[in-house]
């Protein structure tokens, strides 16, 4: 069966065609425009159409196995696109006035998914398969920003904001959990890292300035720490046999460290508005001290083991010395003093006895010595002399 038929005035035309498997029909028509195909087979539809004042535009194709779509407007502009199989489904539009896109696709094992907007601009994108999820968007006035990843086995997150400046980074897989954080106005920042065995974290803040580092394993603990407005510092670690922490503090100056293990203790410190100066060291057969004062002068020395005791001390305004050594068999001691002058020297052994002695204003002197089968002795006065000696 076949027909056509034309009108005019202004115009009107159209055409069949139909068989046993197809219809086909054309129409078109103005005053101004309308256009119109369509084509039907067994297996197979196809459809056209178009108008004006001012366009609108339409494709359609069906058959057993696919479905596709196009459409097109104007005043101004709406754009579609589909497109259908067994296994794949794809989306398209756009839209202007201003601006919204979209895109979308899906088969059996993925979508994804695509929209833009403006006015002022907000951004998507999205993706997912059987093992996989994607996601990224943008907005604008004044920006934030997103992104994520996630597998079977990793978690990736990004994140900025703006208006002025937040930032974070995050990443997880199987055995891992990682973190960064940025913020101003004016600036606070962070790390973080953690694992089966690892715990990490560092900070850091200003206006004027905290910063913090820790680290921690099965078998170790690490930690600093700064500050400012005038400075604290510390640092501290510890692990199965060792202790260490250092500390300084300003206005003016305290210093301290401190070492420990299991046969070993160091300590030290320092301390000024004027000068505190401390040192100490234990081990299982020695004891170690040495301290210093001023305004002015205390200086103590100390040294023990277990078969020796040494001792030094000095004091000045005007000077008071002091000496003294110990041993198993030994015992010696040396001692100064002015304003003006006393001198002491003594030495004690198993078998001998030393002693030494001196006083000025205006001098008296001694000397006393001993042993088995020996004494002596030598004594010296002035004001004047008297003199002694005695075997």
């Known amino acids: 069966q076949y027909h056509t038929s034309l009108r005019t005035n202004n115009l009107q035309k159209h055409t069949s065609l139909r068989t046993d498997n197809l219809q086909y029909h054309t129409s078109l028509r103005t005053d101004n425009l309308q256009y119109h195909t369509s084509l039907r087979t067994n297996h197979l539809q196809y459809h056209t159409s178009l108008r004006t004042d001012n366009l609108q535009y339409h494709t359609s194709l069906r058959t057993n196995n696919l479905q596709y779509h196009t459409s ?7 754009y579609q696109t589909s ?42 994108t999205s993706l997912r398969t059987d093992n996989l999820q994607y996601q990224t968007s943008l907005r604008t006035d004044n920006l934030q920003y997103h992104t994520s990843l996630r597998t079977d086995n990793l978690q990736y997150h990004t994140s900025l904001r703006t208006d ?9 897989p199987d055995n891992l959990q990682y973190h960064t954080s940025l913020r101003t106005d004016n600036l606070q920042y962070h790390t973080s890292l953690r694992t089966d065995n690892l715990q990490y974290h560092t900070s850091l803040r200003t206006d004027n300035l905290q910063y913090h580092t820790s680290l921690r394993t099965d ?25 260490y ?47 210093l004062r001023t305004d002015n002068l205390q200086y103590h020395t100390s040294l023990r083991t277990d078969n020796l005791q040494y001792h030094t001390s000095l004091r000045t305004d005007n000077l008071q010395y002091h000496t003294s050594l110990r041993t198993d068999n030994l015992q010696y001691h040396t001692s100064l003093r002015t304003d003006n002058l006393q001198y002491h020297t003594s030495l004690r052994t198993d078998n001998l006895q030393y002693h030494t002695s001196l006083r000025t ?26 003199y002694h000696t005695s075997l």
């Open 245 to 291: 922490h250092t500390s300084l503090r300003t206005d003016n100056l305290q210093y301290h460290t401190s070492l420990r293990t299991d046969n070993l203790q160091y300590h030290t410190s320092l301390r000024t508005n004027n000068l505190q100066y401390h040192t100490s060291l234990r081990t299982d057969n020695l004891q170690y001290h040495t301290s």
């Open 361 to 386: 204003d205006n001098l008296q002197y001694h000397t006393s010595l001993r042993t088995d089968n020996l004494q002596y002795h030598t004594s010296l006065r002035t004001d004047n002399l008297q």
């Open 83 to 124: 497109l259908r199989t067994n296994n794949l489904q794809k989306h398209t539009s756009l839209r202007p006035d201003n601006l919204q896109y979209h895109t979308s696709l899906r088969t059996d094992n993925l979508q994804y998914h695509t929209s833009l907007r403006t006015d002022n601009l907000q951004y998507n």
């Open 164 to 172: 002025n400046l937040q930032y974070h980074t995050s990443l997880r």
């Open 219 to 243: 078998n170790l603990q690490y930690h600093t720490s700064l500050r400012t407005d005038n400075l604290q510092y510390h640092t501290s670690l510890r692990t199965d046999n060792l202790q």
């Open 72 to 78: 097109l407007r104007t005043d101004n502009l709406q």
